[in-house]
Nanobody
Framework: QVQLVESGGGLVQPGGSLRLSCAASGSIFSINGMRWYRQVPGKQREMVAGISNTGSTNYADSVKGRFTISRDNAKNTVYLQMNSLKPEDTAAYFC?????????????????WGQGTQVTVSS
């Protein structure tokens, strides 16, 4: 079992900043990738940013230069620093973590989603 706990969402004015966190715990052997997605009601979930186990990152064009994804491997935690926020960034943000778990000597892959945290950008 793997548990993901997200935090850091809230209400912020346009131009402001927020930092999201997603901590993974459980029988984790290794984490291969960590991603942030967002979803607006009535629309498809879209990937915002991702970071691999080697630290390489990728971003949606809409957030490049404003958002930064990072990870703390010792804490199995991924962060999303969001600067220069715009009203169109308003959405529920979800972390997605995938890798390998080890249970009683058996290895298997996992792919879990966080519970989501709401980000609202409004004056």
């Amino acid at each position: 079992q793997v548990q993901l706990v997200e935090s850091g969402g809230g209400l912020v004015q346009p131009g402001g900043s927020l930092r999201l966190s997603c901590a993974a715990s459980g029988s984790i052997f290794s984490i291969n990738g960590m991603r942030w997605y967002r979803q607006v009601p009535g629309k498809q979930r879209e990937m915002v940013a991702g970071i691999s186990n080697t630290g390489s990152t990728n971003y949606a064009d809409s957030v490049k230069g404003r958002f930064t994804i990072s990870r703390d491997n010792a804490k199995n935690t991924v962060y999303l620093q969001m600067n220069s926020l715009k009203p169109e960034d308003t959405a529920a943000y979800f972390c997605n973590v995938f890798g390998v778990v080890r249970r009683t000597g058996t290895f298997s892959s996992f792919n879990y989603w966080g519970q989501g945290t709401q980000v609202t950008v409004s004056s």
